[in-house]
């Protein structure tokens, strides 16, 4: 939304910083860097599908088609992925996972407690329920008012950021929201996903600044 350059990006980074939305060693970037682990994975279509199942009455999947006729939400959040840069005020657009969970189209059996969030290749995220019902979690479709690039998780990719304002929120680093989202599987105990079994922190804090276990 914003295109800060050289002492003006200092200059919003200090503001940022002053309103208390730099979380612990980070710093603003006015771009939108790319990581990764592997290749970028084609989108088609006519057979992609994204499925909801586990600990829930029964189990959901939608076309490309019918998930486009979801529910959608926007929400606008400070963005900190943990090779320490952070993005503030970008807007996303997409499917609450609330939404889908207070309109019934999943239905949570009690023993839900946490999510895996699964993306192509077999890459896995994990969040405990309660992140993924908050308002800073959206399977996003589009940032800033575009449709996302492949590179930044087209078609669908999960995403977690802080509200500003919304202090009560739990607030992981980036990585906590997979690209190229496949489905999600409700689950009764947790299960470390890909950069949690290399070592990442289970619980990602921001403002802890958990990047490590």
Same mark, same amino acid.
């Given at each position: 939304?914003?295109?800060?350059?050289?002492?003006?990006?200092?200059? @919003?980074? &200090?503001?940022?910083?002053?309103?208390?939305?730099?979380?612990?060693?980070?710093?603003?970037?006015?771009?939108?860097?790319?990581? !990764?682990?592997?290749?970028?994975?084609?989108? *088609?279509?006519? #057979?992609?599908?994204?499925?909801?199942?586990? @600990?829930?009455?029964?189990?959901?999947?939608? #076309?490309?088609? /019918?998930? *486009? %006729?979801?529910?959608?939400?926007?929400?606008?959040?400070?963005?900190?992925? =943990? $090779?320490?840069?952070?993005?503030?005020?970008?807007?996303?657009?997409?499917?609450? =996972?609330? $939404?889908? =969970? @207070?309109?019934?189209?999943? %239905?949570? %059996?009690? +023993?839900?407690?946490?999510?895996? @969030? !699964?993306?192509?290749?077999?890459? $896995? =995220?994990?969040?405990?329920? %309660?992140?993924?019902?908050?308002?800073?979690?959206?399977?996003?479709? !589009?940032?800033?008012?575009?449709?996302? #690039?492949? &590179? !930044?998780?087209?078609?669908?990719?999960?995403?977690?950021? +802080?509200?500003?304002?919304?202090? /009560?929120?739990?607030?992981?680093?980036?990585?906590?929201?997979?690209?190229?989202?496949?489905?999600?599987?409700?689950?009764?105990?947790?299960?470390?996903?890909?950069? /949690?079994?290399?070592?990442?922190?289970?619980?990602?804090?921001?403002?802890?600044?958990?990047?490590?276990?």
């Amino acid at each position: 939304m914003f295109n800060f350059k050289g002492p003006d990006r200092r200059k @919003e980074e &200090e503001r940022i910083s002053n309103e208390k939305r730099l979380p612990p060693g980070q710093s603003l970037t006015v771009k939108f860097p790319v990581l !990764h682990y592997g290749p970028v994975p084609r989108f *088609n279509p006519a #057979t992609w599908d994204f499925r909801a199942w586990g @600990e829930v009455e029964q189990e959901q999947a939608w #076309t490309w088609e /019918e998930f *486009n %006729k979801l529910p959608r939400s926007r929400v606008v959040m400070d963005i900190h992925c =943990v $090779t320490r840069w952070s993005k503030a005020d970008t807007l996303w657009e997409g499917v609450s =996972v609330r $939404t889908l =969970v @207070e309109q019934g189209f999943i %239905k949570l %059996k009690p +023993a839900a407690q946490y999510v895996l @969030e !699964h993306a192509e290749y077999g890459f $896995t =995220v994990n969040l405990p329920l %309660k992140v993924v019902l908050q308002e800073n979690f959206l399977l996003a479709t !589009h940032f800033n008012g575009e449709p996302l #690039t492949p &590179e !930044h998780g087209a078609p669908l990719r999960g995403v977690v950021g +802080a509200i500003p304002g919304r202090d /009560e929120l739990t607030s992981p680093y980036l990585w906590k929201g997979a690209k190229w989202l496949r489905g999600l599987e409700f689950m009764r105990q947790d299960r470390l996903g890909f950069w /949690e079994k290399a070592g990442y922190s289970n619980s990602a804090d921001i403002w802890k600044e958990e990047r490590f276990a």
